[in-house]
Nanobody, 114 residues
Framework: QVQLVESGGGLVQAGGSLRLACATS????????MNWYRQAPGKQRELVAT???????SYAGSVKGRFAISRDNAENKVFLQMDSLKPEDTGVYYC????????WGQGTQVTVSS
């Protein structure tokens, strides 16, 4: 069974950094694109970053230059390094993969205070 487990969220001041991790199991990690989404209260879930099988990355304009997605195929993990955090980055961050069926982790809360 596919499982995604996020960790690393927390409370941080504006300008600070957090590193999120997503531990995965139940599928052949190496061949799938991995994604990070986030959802703020009262807002739609939005795509934040993607990393392909080959390591190619893509970012939402709002986080470009501040966030970096990466993957460790040896550990079946995907990471999201978040620097220069802003209050508007606050939300629940989710790891996601489409293996023919879409899977989501439980999410990890990120709160950025001013």
């Amino acid at each position: 069974q596919v499982q995604l487990v996020e960790s690393g969220g927390g409370l941080v001041q504006a300008g600070g950094s957090l590193r999120l991790a997503c531990a995965t199991s139940g599928f052949i990690f190496d061949i799938y694109q991995m994604n990070w989404y986030r959802q703020a209260p009262g807002k739609q879930r939005e795509l934040v970053a993607t990393v392909t099988m080959s390591g190619r990355t893509s970012y939402a304009g709002s986080v470009k230059g501040r966030f970096a997605i990466s993957r460790d195929n040896a550990e079946n993990k995907v990471f999201l390094q978040m620097d220069s955090l802003k209050p508007e980055d606050t939300g629940v961050y989710y790891c996601n993969v489409d293996v023919g069926r879409v899977y989501w982790g439980q999410g990890t809360q990120v709160t950025v205070s001013s």
